[in-house]
């Protein structure tokens, strides 16, 4: 019996299976595919989603597999992302395909198990865990788990066999996608608001295989049946159609089909069942969000589903998780209809376009936007008080009795860290129950003021317990004054500490 099964092995259900080995969880994940089938739907990660790789001492093997550059852009329109408060103001070009490989390697380094040709056909959950009946090689079989997450994609099996509604908006437009050979390629990509036409609009650029290009096609107002099989003639068809040739294209490597349908699971636990990446969100691929939130899903959840795995914390803990995360793509959703809608041709959004292109001009609008379209301003609800509340940690240089570090060198091993700039004897004495779960450092740090986007500066904390995946739980002001007293600072602490790690050992 593994601690949590999880069912899907992409970039989502691969990050999550290896932050729960980080906590020392048994997991194994399963795969309905045979093997790797190379497609890479998605072709980027953004901002945030790079940091949180570095916050695990892994972004580096991902750099080097893909193409830093400053692009990002709202519905096409460019932003200027460089002056973001982040050590990694880019985004990374890499293909889906690359990044299910390094996350597989990972999480082979870290002890967790991987069963492929293993698809999801039922599931019966009761007090203690879950049942998963599976289909496979070894004909039918049942498996057991504490828990179970559905990592499994758009058309989820895990979300349908839990009951879990997936309400939305319905499709408009028709996109059509392939990796193929091209005769007659064009001289550069087409990429962005050149490849708008009166049809529709395409796109070509490079694939991750040699010799091969990736065409996508978009048409909108019409809807097809999702179930159809994609062709090479219809690719060629809605090629010629929009941009007026099919650049000679032949060879297919692989065809698929999505349009700007965009729904939400109701709920994202369902008792011992949860749900993350598109298993519990698809949309549009305005600005390229799937794999990004998926990744922040999964880094969410992980430490809260280890903690309560380990008997850590309560099942209380997991409700955060929709808590937090439903919102937070709910308004990324928004954003991207948002952006659907402005990429629709014609007259009237071209003239809004060229409005809207004006607006971004405006610092403030940039950076709004770009805070929004890096993923970098999120700020969950864990409380009132200092504006760094559940928002991520800066990435500081900071000199701790070991010597020079970065804060997100601290996160490394996927554990909580309480950093104190101040040395106070009153927060080493309140953490006295956690140091179990809770790593201290106590450390100095030239800031005063800490940099965010879209708010700006703020002043620094003179202590803060950050959460495994980099959001601050609780802040300390710089000097106590008026009603916070050291006694209500540490009962404030205390308090973060038993909500998000449970109770104190020994209690």
Known sequence: MADVIIAGAGPVGLMLACELRLAGVDVLVLERLAERNGESRAGGLHARSVELLDQRGIADRFLAAGRTGPLAHFSFIPLDIGDLPTRHPYALAIHQS???????????????????????????????????????????????????????????????????????????????????????????????????REHGSFMIFDSDRPDTHRVITMEFDKVT?????????????ACIKIAGTDFGMHSPHWLSSFSDAARQADRYREGRVLLAGDAAHIHFPSSGQGMNLGLQDAVNLGWKLAAVARGQATEELLDSYHAERHPATERMLGSIRAQTALWRPGAQTDALREVFGALVEFEDTNRYLGGVCTQLDIRYPVGDGHPALGRRMPDLDIKTPSGQTRA?????????VLLDFTGRPDLRAALEGWTDRVDLVEAECQDDHWTYPVIGDVPAPAAVLIRPDGHVAWAAPTAPAGSATPETTTAALTSALTRWFGPAQGR
Not at 116 to 142: F, H, K, M, N, P
Not at 164 to 171: E, F, H, L, R, V
């Open 98 to 196: 690359r990044v299910e490989r390094l996350l597989e390697e990972r999480a082979i380094e870290l002890g967790v198990r991987l069963r492929r040709s293993a698809e999801v056909i039922g599931l019966r959950q009761d007090g203690t865990g879950v049942e998963v009946q599976i289909a496979g090689v070894r004909g039918t079989e049942r498996l057991r788990a504490g828990y179970l997450v559905g990592c499994d994609g758009g058309r989820s099996a895990v979300r349908k066999l839990a009951g879990i509604g997936y309400p939305g908006t319905p499709a408009t437009v028709t996109a059509l996608m392939g990796d193929v050979k091209l005769t007659d390629p064009p001289p550069g990509i087409v990429f962005g608001a050149e490849s708008r």
């Open 225 to 237: 049946d999702r179930d159809a099989p994609v062709t090479l003639e219809a690719l060629r068809l």
């Open 408 to 416: 997100f060198e601290l996160l490394h091993a996927a554990r909580p």
